[in-house]
């Protein structure tokens, strides 16, 4: 997860100090983390997760820091304000998610991501990763090791969360900006784009999305981006990544 919150800039992303962030699917808190080192201590951070369980985490992480710039949101965004349940993994707390699928094809996408960031650990000698030890595992028994690790992975809790719109957030706070809109939220991507209202797309400056291209989502995210403006757009899938259908997408205006 840390290195991946990284990833995120790319292809023009950037950020100064005294900017606004919107951390939408912050988990425990990794992204917002480092933008605030990465904008030495000087960045407004709105960070959302619904999930009680990571919430707690979340919020006792950005404790340490003693700061009033990051604010820990105990909901999550949507198209519509409600409840919902969601699928919470406590073993993988990064997958939790409102469209939970726990079928074979599923876990057969996760297994072949792991393979394919192990093989590229591999190759390129990255000795400092926490998987590596994961590399010098015979290849007829990584199978069993990640099989087991899967089904580990995929023990799932139900649990009840608090939905918003981004536009009532918007009000509520009385954002006039938002320099940089991450959102990492396990499919529900379409429906946070879909709870900003008109009148509040031009106050968002960057955006980026890890997208999962159900249902060609990846289009309609890119059609809905442009429409309001950004007219620079970059969609990038990690190489661990083909042949799944996950990838990032990196907007700006």
Known sequence: MYEQVQDYFKHGIELNEGDTVFDVGANIGLFSLWVYKLCNKNVNIYAFEPVPQIFHILEQNLKILNTEKIKAIPYGLSQMSKVQKFAYYPNTTSISTAYPDGSKAERNKFKKAALQKINTIRENKEFSSPLYWYTIIPTFLLYFVLQYKLKEAFIVEQVTCYLKILTEVIRDYKVQKIDLLKIDVEKSELDVLLGIEEEDWQKIKQIVIEVHN????????????????????????????????????????
Not at 218 to 239: K, M, P, W
Request: aromatic share 8%.
């Open 214 to 253: 159900l249902e060609n989502r990846v289009n309609q995210i890119s059609e809905l981006l442009r429409s309001q403006g950004f007219n620079h757009i970059t969609v990038e899938q990690e190489q661990y990544l083909i042949g799944t259908d996950i990838c990032n997408i990196y907007a700006l205006r």
